[in-house]
């Protein structure tokens, strides 16, 4: 593992985590409204109320009691996601694109029998992909579908692009895009691809995977 000079990361105006968290982060937003953003479920419903759009909320489930019934809650459910809502890197993302029956198919083409989809969910209840192990609510969305422009951009997942405002001032922008590694999903935890971007050309300016640079996708 390398190590930089801290000094020398400042001198290029590059902003530390510890910094980041410490001087903008927590100066800059009341900790009573932390457990709003820490939880997907609060936040999809602070969205909505603004105006912004959001996937569409399928279903939740929040007690164990309620998978006895997950045939009946996946009735109709041909492309979802599951998603715990205070997970955290990405992990009990579960990226359903077709259906054939009781037969789930990932974007990777793997099958997955409702048993699989059963057990996903009851790890997610039982708080094992949440922050601090707390039991957790197992959310069930829409998929979204990108435009075909992005074909060329991501694989077997969909791409997004995340802008930091602060102040109110756009200051970063970042392209993510998912690879096999990451099963379709566009989080860099999971082998995603992160790009930086220039905010005022929209031109891609480098890429990295796992934290090392990458010249190909």
């Given at each position: 593992?390398?190590?930089?000079?801290?000094?020398?990361?400042?001198?290029?105006?590059?902003?530390?985590?510890?910094?980041?968290?410490?001087?903008y982060?927590?100066?800059?937003n009341?900790?009573?409204?932390?457990?709003?953003?820490?939880?997907?479920?609060?936040?999809?419903?602070?969205?909505?109320?603004?105006?912004?759009?959001?996937?569409?909320?399928?279903?939740t489930?929040?007690?164990?009691?309620?998978?006895?019934?997950?045939?009946?809650?996946?009735?109709?459910?041909?492309?979802?996601?599951?998603?715990?809502?205070?997970?955290?890197?990405?992990?009990?993302?579960?990226?359903?694109?077709?259906?054939?029956?009781?037969?789930?198919?990932?974007?990777?083409?793997?099958?997955?029998?409702?048993?699989?989809?059963?057990?996903?969910?009851?790890?997610?209840?039982?708080?094992?992909?949440?922050?601090?192990?707390?039991?957790?609510?197992?959310?069930?969305?829409?998929?979204?579908?990108?435009?075909?422009?992005?074909?060329?951009?991501?694989?077997?997942?969909?791409?997004?692009?995340?802008?930091?405002?602060?102040?109110?001032?756009?200051?970063?922008?970042?392209?993510?895009?998912?690879?096999?590694?990451?099963?379709?999903?566009?989080?860099?935890?999971?082998?995603?691809?992160?790009?930086?971007?220039?905010?005022?050309?929209?031109?891609?300016?480098?890429?990295?995977?796992?934290?090392?640079?990458?010249?190909?996708?």
């Open positions: 593992m390398l190590f930089s000079n801290p000094f020398a990361l400042k001198k290029l105006g590059i902003l530390g985590m510890n910094k980041r968290n410490i001087h982060i927590g100066a800059q009341n900790r009573k409204y932390y457990p709003f953003v820490d939880n997907k479920l609060k936040t999809k419903v602070i969205a909505q109320s603004a105006g912004i759009a959001v996937p569409k909320l399928l279903a489930v929040e007690r164990q009691s309620q998978l006895r019934n997950l045939k009946d809650i996946l009735v109709g459910l041909d492309k979802f996601v599951v998603k715990p809502a205070q997970g955290s890197g990405g992990k009990g993302i579960l990226v359903i694109t077709q259906r054939e029956g009781d037969i789930f198919i990932k974007p990777s083409g793997q099958r997955l029998e409702l048993k699989d989809v059963h057990r996903d969910i009851s790890n997610i209840l039982s708080g094992l992909y949440s922050l601090g192990g707390k039991p957790d609510v197992a959310m069930i969305e829409k998929l979204v579908e990108f435009d075909p422009i992005f074909d060329r951009y991501s694989y077997e997942g969909v791409p997004d692009i995340r802008v930091i405002i602060y102040k109110g001032y756009p200051a970063m922008a970042m392209l993510r895009c998912s690879t096999k590694e990451s099963d379709g999903k566009a989080n860099l935890h999971q082998g995603a691809v992160g790009v930086g971007i220039n905010m005022a050309s929209g031109k891609a300016l480098f890429a990295v995977q796992h934290g090392d640079p990458v010249t190909k996708h």
